[in-house]
């Protein structure tokens, strides 16, 4: 059983800067793909980031090139997404998503994510 578990969500003001952190509970060694998505209410599910683990690179969405940053800790066995310049439209809630195994495509759909975790909900005010 694969458990993510996510932190660093909460309230910030357009222009601002939040931190999010996905730990995963397996082995570090374990080869994956792991992604940041989000979904607001009443909008489906977007991908936002996505990194590999054994790979160097990182994939974006349009939306928030230039001002998130997606990063891996091996050893913490843990995925970060840097969030700066904020924005209102980035409110939503976020989820870290895990795909194990030797693909290393960063997948921009959901359906390629075998693990997911609660979410946290990400709210940016004016």
């Known amino acids: 059983q694969v458990t993510l578990r996510e932190s660093g969500g909460g309230l910030a003001q357009a222009g601002g800067s939040l931190r999010l952190s996905c730990e995963a509970s397996?082995?570090?060694?374990?080869?994956?793909?792991m992604a940041w998505f989000r979904q607001n209410a009443g909008k489906e599910r977007e991908f936002v980031a996505g990194?590999?683990?054994?790979?160097?690179?990182?994939e974006y969405a349009e939306s928030v090139k230039g001002r998130f940053t997606i990063s891996r800790d091996i050893e913490k066995n843990s995925v970060y997404l840097q969030m700066s310049s904020l924005k209102l439209e980035d409110t939503a809630v976020y989820y870290c998503?895990?795909?194990?195994?030797?693909?290393?495509?960063?997948?921009?759909?959901?359906?390629?994510?075998?693990?997911w975790g609660q979410g946290t909900l990400v709210t940016v005010s004016s």
């Open positions: 397996t082995r570090t060694s374990f080869n994956r793909i």
């Open positions: 990194i590999g683990w054994r790979r160097d690179g990182a």
């Open positions: 998503a895990a795909r194990f195994g030797n693909d290393d495509n960063l997948y921009t759909s959901g359906g390629y994510y075998h693990h």
